[in-house]
């Protein structure tokens, strides 16, 4: 695996002393996906030798963040924050019309969901996302099939772990958190 970037501090704001900007870092952490790898400034050892990192507060344009393919078909994301050490992570994810989660399963976290465009729908249930709505799925629960009606872009969040084990759906492990 190839050793993460550091990036120069940014420079610092006239409101903000030089004392406090050198020292304005987060606590070392261990965190993936577009913020980090764009942010870290600083490399810390771990309790155990392990490389962290520091950072400072982070903005992303997520516009202009490219779309990855998933190996589901139809689905697309841009990580955009992930904590190596628990599972946790916030990512945009797009489902093409007509795509959607193939079968009922369960996450080993909450799940979290906020739409932002379109119309996905929990079969099942008839439970249907629409711009602005939230959805909580806590952990455990068994939902899904899902179908994207129109093209449907989603914040999600997970607390935690994303599966209890790799579905079936995703011939990627690395899909599959």
């Not at 078909?73 to 904590?83: D, E, M, Y």
């Not at 909450?110 to 439970?127: A, S």
Request: charged share 25%; net charge negative; aromatic share 10%.
């Amino acid at each position: 695996m190839t050793e993460p970037t550091l990036v120069p501090a940014p420079p610092r704001p006239d409101a903000v002393s030089a004392e406090e900007w050198a020292e304005n870092l987060s606590e070392p952490a261990d965190y993936g996906g577009e913020g980090p790898d764009r942010s870290r400034e600083q490399k810390a050892e771990g309790p155990n030798g392990e490389a962290l990192f520091r950072f400072r507060e982070v903005l992303l344009q997520t516009q202009d963040l490219e779309w990855l393919d998933k190996t589901l078909a139809g689905l697309t994301h841009k990580a955009l924050w992930r904590n190596e050490d628990t599972g946790a992570s916030i990512s945009l994810v797009r489902f093409q019309k007509g795509s959607g989660i193939p079968s009922r399963h369960s996450h080993a976290s909450n799940q979290f969901m906020f739409c932002l465009k379109g119309r996905y729908i929990y079969v099942p249930t008839g439970l249907t996302l629409t711009e602005g709505s939230f959805y909580w799925n806590p952990k455990g629960s068994l939902h899904g099939p899902t179908l994207a009606e129109e093209e449907s872009i989603l914040l999600e969040v997970y607390d935690g772990p994303h599966y209890p084990t790799q579905p079936d759906w995703y011939s990627s492990p690395d899909d599959a958190r």
